[in-house]
């Protein structure tokens, strides 16, 4: 398949626009997938213990999802300006819904890895419910939509980890306790892709058709989106906070395991607890917060929180409960503040056609950055010590809040060339 099979296709007839309300009903449908995907998260660790894996072993399992990814997401992103929403968010959906019963019924760490990979392929969801949040809201009501997003995203991490406790806890042979979170998290996304197919209206009208057909697979096409001012300075900062981020998504179970000693269950509560916080300030306050300081303030105060909290989340020795819950709460907080006040500029930023494959190109920055966190962390934690990958994540949000107190000038120039002032 190349950009000029695509382009001779047919343009799209016209979409009616979609009622406000399709915007909850795309939120609910990424908190039921979320819920799927954070059940299973905190116990990919255990898993490794299980296939007796090597450090590097389970940071490949990890990174598969987002090398995969990293191909998948630009050429969703594109696909869903050219041919709409919700056939990429249908095709997405049920991709992961069959990951997850490969995964759930794998018996060797191939197998494993491959259920991982088909997640990765097929996993545009949440790029393209960023683009559809951009569709069916005002650009200055945009950070809060992002915000709903980073909500769902919030409140999937409760839901799913406790669900994953309780199941991991069911009276059955050990070799289902594993097995069994997989399969419950396959049918959240079958519930998901059920909703797409009722319920969901497209939200892209005829006259939002992408501006270049070639940038569809192409890379020089990906490559030419960062030329859009401000887009850049966006995407790099969206790469250092996940660099960091994700040093916690792919160690914290096994951390705990040998940090506090903690079995499964209470690896799963952890990361329920990190979901509720970021849920608070993503979900709530960032309401609040954007109008009166602006999402750039709000970036600087996010590395802030988060860099401090990872500090902590080092230093500690022993069982500390109460040191670690402060970490958490601080390095959630953080992070739930980065994600939509740095979404929302980039919406704002960037003109309405081109939506989808700009959140596609930022989609596979933030892949890129799981990629390489998720491989580092791991063998960090696997050869050096618990604490390392903390150690790590800390000085990368120090560098990206050097980034962006030096980019505030440019972005401001940005926002004032879309003719969007800047909320500050």
Do not use: H
Request: net charge positive; with cysteine.
């Amino acid at each position: 398949m190349n950009g000029d099979v695509i382009g001779n296709v047919a343009p799209r007839g016209p979409a009616a626009r979609p009622p406000r309300s399709a915007l909850g009903l795309v939120v609910l449908i990424v908190l039921i997938d979320l819920m799927g995907f954070s059940l299973v998260m905190p116990l990919l660790g255990f898993l490794g213990d299980r296939f007796k894996l090597d450090g590097w072993q389970l940071g490949l399992l990890f990174a598969a999802f987002p090398i995969c990814q990293l191909v998948a997401g630009p050429i969703l992103g594109r696909l869903s300006d050219r041919y709409g929403r919700r056939p990429v968010l249908v095709f997405s959906q049920a991709g992961t819904a069959l990951s997850f019963v490969i995964m759930g019924l794998a018996n060797d760490f191939p197998t494993l890895l491959l259920g991982r990979m088909l997640d990765g392929f097929s996993g545009g969801n949440i790029m393209v419910a960023q683009a559809y949040v951009a569709d069916v809201t005002k650009p200055e009501d945009r950070a809060r939509g992002m915000g709903m997003i980073g909500m769902a995203f919030g409140l999937g991490f409760v839901l799913g980890p406790l669900v994953g406790g309780l199941l991991v806890d069911l009276p059955v042979s050990p070799d289902w306790s594993l097995r069994i979170p997989f399969l419950a998290a396959a049918g959240f996304s079958t519930v998901a892709l059920a909703l797409v197919i009722a319920r969901l209206p497209e939200s892209l009208s005829a006259g939002s058709e992408p501006k270049s057909r070639a940038r569809v697979v192409s890379w020089r096409g990906l490559l030419d989106l960062f030329r859009l001012k401000g887009v850049g300075v966006l995407a790099l900062l969206a790469f250092l906070s996940i660099l960091a981020w994700a040093a916690f998504e792919g160690t914290f179970a096994v951390y705990l395991q040998r940090r506090m000693g903690w079995p499964e269950r209470n690896a799963a509560y952890a990361f329920a607890a990190a979901g509720l916080v970021s849920a608070v300030v993503q979900g709530g306050l960032i309401r609040s917060l954007v109008p009166r300081f602006g999402e750039a303030r709000l970036i600087l105060a996010g590395g802030i929180l988060a860099g401090i909290g990872f500090v902590i989340a080092a230093s500690l020795s022993g069982a500390s409960v109460v040191p670690l819950a402060v970490a958490i709460i601080l390095a959630s907080a953080g992070s739930g503040l980065l994600t939509p006040a740095i979404t929302g500029l980039v919406s704002r930023i960037t003109p309405s056609g081109e939506q989808g494959a700009v959140f596609g190109t930022l989609a596979s920055i933030q892949t890129l950055a799981r990629i390489v966190s998720y491989m580092l962390a791991n063998v960090l934690l696997d050869r050096v010590s618990p604490s390392a990958p903390y150690w790590f994540a800390a000085a990368v949000y120090a560098l990206m809040l050097a980034v962006s107190a030096t980019a505030m000038g440019r972005l401001s120039a940005a926002l004032r060339g879309a003719r969007d002032p800047m909320n500050a």
